[in-house]
């Protein structure tokens, strides 16, 4: 199972909107509502951000919204905050491994 | 409140062993699907493993055969044997709830580090 594909990074400036890409393929991201976003600071455990496709937990932040279409989900952060500078990485159940990630990608604020 | 705790991490040579732990609090690691997930330096994070609630396990081909994941009800502990350990096993592991076995991953503990080498 080869892993989802993201850009390797993506930058703002504060207050702007930015969107990672997540592509996959049809027996993961094109075959299930099952795609979930996380955060990672440096030196820290990952954060679920969103799950099932555009769920966001409690706590989570409203400027952080998902998508999907085709094999290709989506992560936008509006209003972009220097807060948010950190690692991201997607993941989806797949219909073989049962899970894959993306290889992530790095969120500068400038 | 649901809090995961890995332990076990350290120095290993290349074909040697180690346990990981991961103590779970504020829920029933049985009843749950808990995984294995792991980040080499300067990596994105590669999903390990995975033990389901009626015991089915999966493995990533990386580690299969070689890693077995486990958990122990009484102490509400999950675990991973890695055996044959190799210089590109070195990595933080993390082990992370799955409440349905489709993802997400809703709670991390805050890893333990694991380094193969001679």
């Known amino acids: 199972q080869s892993a989802l594909t993201q850009p390797a990074s993506v930058s703002g400036s504060p207050g702007q909107s930015i969107t990672i890409s997540c592509t996959g393929t049809s027996i993961d991201i094109g075959a299930y509502n099952y795609v979930s976003w996380y955060q990672q600071h440096p030196g820290k455990a990952p954060k679920l951000m969103i799950y099932?496709?555009?769920n966001r937990p409690s706590g989570v932040s409203n400027r952080f919204s998902g998508s999907k279409s085709g094999n290709t989900a989506s992560l936008t952060i509006s209003g972009l905050q220097a807060e948010d500078e950190a690692d991201y990485y997607c993941s989806s159940y797949t219909s073989t491994t049962p899970y894959v990630f993306g290889g992530g990608t790095k969120v500068t604020v400038l | 409140e649901v809090q995961l705790e890995e332990s076990g991490g350290g120095l290993v040579q290349p074909g040697g062993s180690l346990r990981l732990s991961c103590a779970g609090s504020g829920f029933s690691v049985r009843s749950n699907y808990m995984n294995w997930v792991r980040q080499g330096p300067g990596k994105g994070l590669e999903w390990v493993s995975v033990i389901y609630t009626n015991g089915i396990t999966y493995y990533a081909d990386s580690v299969k055969g070689r890693f077995i994941i486990s958990r122990d009800s009484s102490k509400n502990t999950l675990y991973l044997q890695m055996n044959s350990l190799r210089t590109e096993d070195t990595a933080v592991y993390y082990c992370?709830?799955?409440?349905?076995?489709?993802?997400?991953?809703?709670?991390w503990g805050q890893g333990t580090l694991v380094t193969v080498s001679s």
């Open positions: 099932d496709v555009s």
């Open positions: 992370a709830r799955d409440v349905d076995g489709y993802g997400p991953f809703d709670f």
